[in-house]
C-alpha cells in the first residue's frame, strides 16, 4: 500500500467532514437504494459512508480503511450520528479479508490516486461485488485544479503536492487515469463521468484557504516535504501564506475536476 500523502492530522480529517454522498459520490446515487449491501473502500473519516448507510437502510454497509485510527474516528462518527447498519474493518483495498459475490455496491472515493496498484484494487473490489452490481469509483486530477488569482505560492503547493504524492507511491493525477484503469481490470461495461468540487463561494474559499494555511505547515505532507529535503520551513510558511492571501482576494475560485467511474460486473 502506497503511503498516504496527507496523514491523519486533525487538519486533514476534519476537513474531510463536510463530505456526503450528495457533493461526493452523486454519479453513484442511482445505485444507492434502499435494502442494497454496500463496501465503502477507504472510509476516512466516514462521513461520505454514515450517508450512503442512511441511503441503503435498511441494507448494510461495511467500511474499511488501511488506517486503524480512521477507522475509529469513522465508527465514533457513525455512533455519534445515530447511524447502526455499518460495519468496520481496517484492511488493503488489494487484498481485502471479503469474500467473493458479496456487495451490490462497492464505492471507492479519493482512494485510487493513494495506492501501489490501482488496477489490482479495481479487480478486487470486482471481486467482492456481486454479479449484476456496480463498482464506483472517484478521484481528483490535481493537474486540472484551477485557481485566481495565479499566486505562485499555490504554483509550489502544487509542485510539491505533486512531487511527494509520487514519492509515495500515488498518482495525483488520477481521475484522468480511471477508465483506462478500469478497463485494465476487466470490467467491460464501464461509463466515466466529470465532477467538479467549487470552491469560490466567499464562505468556501475562507474555509479552503485557512485549511490549507494550516495543513501545509501541520500535516504528513509538509512535515515529511522538509524530512525529506523537498521543502524548508521557509519554503511552507511562504505557502501557507500564499493560501490566506487567496482566500482573502474578493475574486479568488478554486476548482478541482474529478474522475468518476460506475463498473457493472457482468451477471
Not at 485510487?112 to 473490489?125: I, K, S
Not at 471481486?127 to 485566481?148: E, I, K, L, N
Not at 479552503?208 to 515529511?224: F, K, N
Request: charged share 25%.
Amino acid at each position: 500500500m502506497a503511503r498516504y500523502t496527507h496523514g491523519q492530522h486533525p487538519t486533514v480529517t476534519t476537513s474531510y467532514l463536510w463530505r456526503d454522498a450528495e457533493n461526493s459520490a452523486a454519479y453513484a446515487l442511482g445505485e444507492i437504494r434502499p435494502g442494497r449491501s454496500l463496501l465503502d473502500v477507504g472510509c476516512g473519516p466516514g462521513s461520505i459512508t454514515a450517508d450512503l448507510a442512511r441511503r441503503v437502510a435498511p441494507g448494510r454497509v461495511t467500511a474499511v480503511d488501511n488506517s486503524a485510527e480512521a477507522v475509529e474516528q469513522a465508527r465514533a462518527g457513525a455512533e455519534e450520528a445515530g447511524v447502526a447498519n455499518i460495519d468496520f474493518l481496517v484492511g488493503d483495498v488489494h487484498d481485502l479479508d471479503l469474500p467473493d459475490d458479496t456487495f451490490d455496491v462497492v464505492h471507492a472515493h479519493q482512494v485510487l490516486q493513494h495506492v501501489d496498484d490501482p488496477v489490482r484494487a479495481l479487480a478486487e473490489m470486482g471481486r467482492v461485488a456481486r454479479p449484476g452490481g456496480v463498482v464506483a469509483a472517484c478521484d481528483s486530477d490535481y493537474s486540472a485544479m484551477h485557481w485566481y488569482p495565479r499566486l505562485p505560492e499555490l504554483d509550489s503547493w502544487m509542485d510539491l503536492y505533486q512531487s511527494m504524492a509520487r514519492l509515495n507511491g500515488g498518482e495525483p493525477d488520477a481521475g484522468r487515469h480511471l477508465l483506462a484503469w478500469a478497463h485494465a481490470a476487466g470490467f467491460g461495461e464501464v461509463s466515466y463521468v466529470a465532477e467538479v468540487w467549487n470552491h469560490s463561494a466567499p464562505d468556501r474559499r475562507a474555509w479552503w484557504g485557512g485549511m490549507w494555511a494550516r495543513r501545509i505547515l501541520e500535516s504528513a505532507m509538509g512535515r515529511d516535504a522538509v524530512r525529506k529535503g523537498y521543502a524548508t520551513e521557509e519554503e511552507l510558511a511562504d505557502i501557507s501564506a500564499g493560501w490566506r492571501r487567496w482566500s482573502e482576494h474578493p475574486d479568488a475560485v478554486f476548482v478541482i475536476p474529478r474522475g468518476a467511474i460506475l463498473c457493472r460486473v457482468p451477471d
